[in-house]
């Protein structure tokens, strides 16, 4: 954006074209950032395979802590992507509102490559399920819920929730004023998030209404409901050689968070499309505040 450009002689079409490849040329420029970005998930799929995985699609509770590994590096990740994208070029875009930059092309042209990135580290945190199968010699779910496999459906799930956190540091991007407080803001909001899980914790009352405002929440629950976490038995009932409790008692609740994991499509297409929901609500309280920069005398 750096460019002089009329952007009140050409067309929205137009100008979303230009400011697309302009900010593809920002990203491949910062190779730091990229680098980071691209080896982010890189080392946590490694971490998910060499420790959270070993006796993960074994037990109930290692299958869940394998997915809230996979559902915190997604979040930080997507967070990372994009929590600095405006604020760094808050003075450019104040100087190209002047020459008529259109908001919502501007914002829409970040949120596409945003997109691109976000499948590419998707995909590298799949392979992690393949990973833990591999190393550990465990087996995946035989089958999908909705695909015929269940890799399809844990990618689905984690771009989803990755690029629901991307929107919402670029919406975060929109309303701070400094790089820095971006920066800090960062870890809190991953901490708030992952508290909020329902994982960590035991929530009720008010806190566990919070949870559903939360994508941490979403995330665990896609990538429960397709590991069918609510199959595994205990880890005591391993140990032990026991027989497995929900098959002695198959009406007894193992965990007020059971209902979380319910293996289904019904659940699944609705956690898909609440995450798709935050990503667009996200985007577009972005654009709303992005407004802000034109009123901006600081």
């Not at 979303?16 to 490849?21: C, D, H, I, P, R």
């Not at 393949?130 to 984690?158: K, M, R």
């Not at 919402?168 to 992952?194: D, F, H, W």
Request: hydrophobic fraction near 50%; charged fraction near 15%; charge should be neutral.
């Amino acid at each position: 954006m750096g460019e002089k450009q009329e952007w009140q002689r050409i067309g929205a079409w137009q100008e979303f074209q230009v400011l697309t490849e302009q900010y593809f040329r920002i990203l491949m420029s910062d190779k730091r950032n990229l680098m980071v970005s691209l080896l982010f998930p890189v080392l946590a799929a490694a971490i998910e395979v060499g420790i959270a995985g070993k006796d993960m699609f074994y037990t109930f509770e290692n299958t869940k802590s394998g997915c809230f590994v996979l559902v915190s590096a997604a979040i930080w990740g997507g967070l990372f992507n994009s929590i600095q994208t405006v604020v760094r070029e808050r003075d450019n875009i104040k100087r190209a509102y002047v020459t008529g930059l259109r908001f919502y092309c501007y914002i829409f042209s970040r949120a596409l490559l945003q997109l691109a990135l976000c499948v590419i580290q998707s995909f590298v945190l799949t392979l992690s399920f393949l990973g833990v199968s591999a190393v550990w010699d465990h087996n995946l779910p035989s089958q999908g819920i909705i695909f015929s496999g269940v890799l399809p459906e844990f990618f689905v799930t984690i771009l989803l929730l990755m690029y629901a956190a991307d929107m919402m540091g670029l919406m975060i991007s929109c309303i701070v004023r400094k790089t820095e407080t971006a920066n800090v803001l960062a870890p809190y909001i991953l901490i708030v998030q992952l508290i909020f899980s329902g994982i960590l914790f035991k929530l009720e009352d008010t806190s566990k209404m919070i949870s559903y405002l939360m994508i941490s929440r979403w995330g665990m629950e896609g990538l429960g409901s397709s590991c069918n976490v609510n199959h595994y038995p205990l880890r005591i009932e391993r140990s032990s050689k026991m027989k497995p409790v929900y098959e002695v008692f198959p009406n007894l609740d193992l965990s007020s968070s059971d209902s979380m994991f319910d293996h289904n499509s019904e659940h699944l297409l609705k956690v898909w499309l609440i995450l798709l929901v935050f990503s667009i609500v996200f985007l577009v309280v972005g654009d709303l505040l992005l407004h802000r920069v034109s009123r901006d005398t600081r």
